[in-house]
C-alpha cells in the first residue's frame, strides 16, 4: 500500500518508523517531514493543510491511505474534502470527518456532548462574548481553582487556570472581549476544578469496533517537578502504573463504550484514534478532554509497545472491521525524554548541531522532530522540540535509567530537557507497595 503522513513532528516520526515496517507497505511519503522521518520514506513539501495540493500528490502517487498525525487538517475538513471528491472518495483516511474533529475543535462541543450521553466529565458552563456578566455569576458560584477554557483551538494555549477570584474574572474578560485567542475565545467554557493525576487513554476505532492502545503519561510543564510554562510534552511513560485492569475496565465502561455510541447515535462516522486526556480522582476518571489524533511525544511510547503491525490496523479500521484486529502489546516500560532547544516555548535559537553518538544509543529508539539537514547534510536544529529518546526497560526504573543514559549520547548547544521524567510515577509505585 502506498500511504502519504501528514505532519512534521516526534508523533510523525514514529508513525513514519512504525508504519514503516509493515508488510503491507509500498511506498511511504510524509508531508512535510523532518530528519528522522526521511529514514522511513520520502518527505514532500506540501503543508499538511494544502488540500488541493495533497490531491494531486495523491493521483500521482497513487496514495491508498492517508494518515494525518495532528488535528490541523481534520479540524480544517481534509476527510470531507476527500469524501465529496467522485475521484478519491475511496481513499483511506485514518481521521474523523469535520463534525468529529469537534471534539477537539470545540470545547463546548465535546462538553454538550459529554453531558448528552453521561459520559463523566467537570461540570462546566458555556458563555458567549454577550453574557460576560453570567460568566461572572458563575465564577463567583464555583470554588478556586478556576479553569476558564477558549472553546477553539488556541495552539495549546487555551486553557488557563486561575487561583482566585479576581484573576479569574480578568481573564474571561481578556479572553471573551479582548478577544485574547482570537474567535477561539469567542466562548468560553468555565469548568469545575478536578483534583487528581492525569493519563492519556489512546483508542483506534472505526466508527463501532475499537481497540485500547496502551496508556502513558504525559509531561507537560517545560521544568522538573511541573513548574514553569505549558509545552506540546517534555517526556511520556507508558504503561501508567496506576491505571491497573481495575480502572481501565471503568474507563471502558463509563467513558470509551458511551463515546463511540454516542458518535454512532449522532450519526458521525469516525474512523480513527480517539485521545482522552483523563483525570483520575481517587480512581474515577473523568475526561478533561477529547483530542481526535495521537499524541505528542505519548506516541513516542505508546507506539514501540505495540507489536502487530500498525498497517494493517489501520486498513482493518478503515474498512469497518477492526472486530477481527488483534493487538499484541510489548509489556516492557517505555519511557521518552524531549530535548528541547534552550528558550522553548519561548524564544529560541535555530541551526545548532546535533551530535549523536550512535553506541551510546544503540537501544533508544530515537524519533526527530524539530530537526533538518543543512546544505553540507549536517543534522541541525530546526524547533522547539529537536529529537526525542524512547527507552525500554523491564520496569519502569529500568527503562528511565536507560533513556537518560541513551539521552547522554545526544547533544548541542543549549540542549535542554527534563530530568525527572517517570518520576512521579515510581514514588507512587513505593507508595502504592508499602
Ligand atoms: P487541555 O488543553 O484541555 O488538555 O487542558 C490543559 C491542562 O489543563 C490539562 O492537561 C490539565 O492539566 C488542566 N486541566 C484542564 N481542565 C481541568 C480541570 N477541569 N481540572 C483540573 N485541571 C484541568
Ligand atoms: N502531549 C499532549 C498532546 O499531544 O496533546
Not at 517526556?235 to 463515546?259: L, Y
Request: glycine share 8%; charged share 20%.
Amino acid at each position: 500500500m502506498n500511504v502519504l503522513i501528514l505532519g512534521s513532528g516526534g508523533r510523525e516520526s514514529a508513525l513514519a518508523w512504525k508504519l514503516s515496517q509493515s508488510k503491507l507497505m509500498k511506498r511511504l511519503f510524509i508531508a512535510q517531514g523532518n530528519a528522522g522521518t526521511s529514514e522511513f520514506g520520502t518527505n514532500i513539501s506540501i503543508s499538511e493543510t494544502d488540500f488541493p495540493a495533497l490531491r494531486q500528490f495523491v493521483v500521482k502517487n497513487d496514495i491508498e491511505m492517508l494518515v494525518p498525525g495532528s488535528e490541523a487538517p481534520l479540524a480544517e475538513g481534509i476527510v470531507d474534502f476527500f469524501r465529496a471528491d467522485p475521484q478519491l472518495n475511496h481513499l483511506k483516511i485514518i481521521g474523523p470527518p469535520l463534525e468529529g474533529a469537534l471534539l477537539e475543535s470545540s470545547k463546548d462541543f465535546a462538553k454538550r456532548f459529554m453531558a448528552k450521553y453521561k459520559i463523566p466529565t467537570a461540570s462546566y458552563a458555556t458563555f458567549g462574548r454577550d453574557e460576560i456578566e453570567e460568566g461572572y455569576l458563575f465564577l463567583e458560584s464555583l470554588h478556586p481553582p478556576f479553569v476558564l477554557k477558549a472553546d477553539g483551538l488556541a495552539a495549546g494555549k487555551g486553557v488557563v487556570i486561575c487561583h482566585d477570584l479576581d484573576s479569574a474574572n480578568k481573564e474571561l474578560r481578556q479572553m471573551l472581549i479582548e478577544r485574547k485567542f482570537g474567535a477561539a475565545s469567542d466562548r468560553v467554557v468555565i469548568e469545575e476544578f478536578l483534583h487528581g493525576i492525569e493519563l492519556s487513554v489512546f483508542v483506534l476505532t472505526d466508527g463501532k469496533n475499537y481497540i485500547v492502545l496502551p496508556e502513558a503519561k504525559d509531561y507537560k510543564r517545560i521544568g522538573d517537578n511541573d513548574q514553569g510554562p505549558n509545552t506540546g510534552g517534555m517526556g511520556a511513560v507508558s504503561p501508567v502504573p496506576f491505571a491497573d485492569s481495575d480502572f481501565m475496565s471503568i474507563v471502558d465502561k463509563t467513558i470509551i463504550k458511551p463515546t463511540i455510541s454516542g458518535l454512532q447515535l449522532d450519526n458521525i462516522p469516525y474512523c480513527g484514534f480517539i485521545f482522552f486526556g483523563i483525570m483520575n480522582c481517587d480512581g474515577v476518571p473523568y475526561v478533561i478532554e477529547y483530542n481526535v489524533r495521537m499524541g505528542d511525544p505519548e506516541a513516542e511510547v505508546v507506539l514501540p509497545r505495540i507489536k502487530s503491525d500498525l498497517l494493517q490496523l489501520f486498513e482493518l479500521a478503515a474498512t469497518s472491521k477492526l472486530n477481527q484486529a488483534f493487538l499484541e502489546i510489548e509489556p516492557e516500560t517505555a519511557v521518552a525524554i524531549v530535548m528541547a532547544s534552550g528558550g522553548y516555548p519561548g524564544l529560541f535559537e535555530k541551526g545548532k548541531i546535533i551530535t549523536i553518538n550512535k553506541e551510546i544509543c544503540s537501544e533508544a529508539f530515537v524519533f526527530f522532530a524539530g530537526a533538518a539537514f543543512d546544505a553540507n547534510n549536517q543534522l541541525i536544529t530546526s524547533g522547539g522540540r529537536v529529537v526525542i529518546a524512547t527507552s525500554l526497560g523491564a520496569s519502569l526504573a529500568d527503562a528511565n535509567n536507560k533513556a537518560y543514559r541513551q539521552l547522554s549520547g545526544i547533544g548541542f548547544e543549549n540542549a535542554n530537557y527534563r530530568k525527572d521524567i517517570g518520576h512521579d510515577l515510581m514514588k507512587w509505585q513505593q507508595k502504592a507497595q508499602s
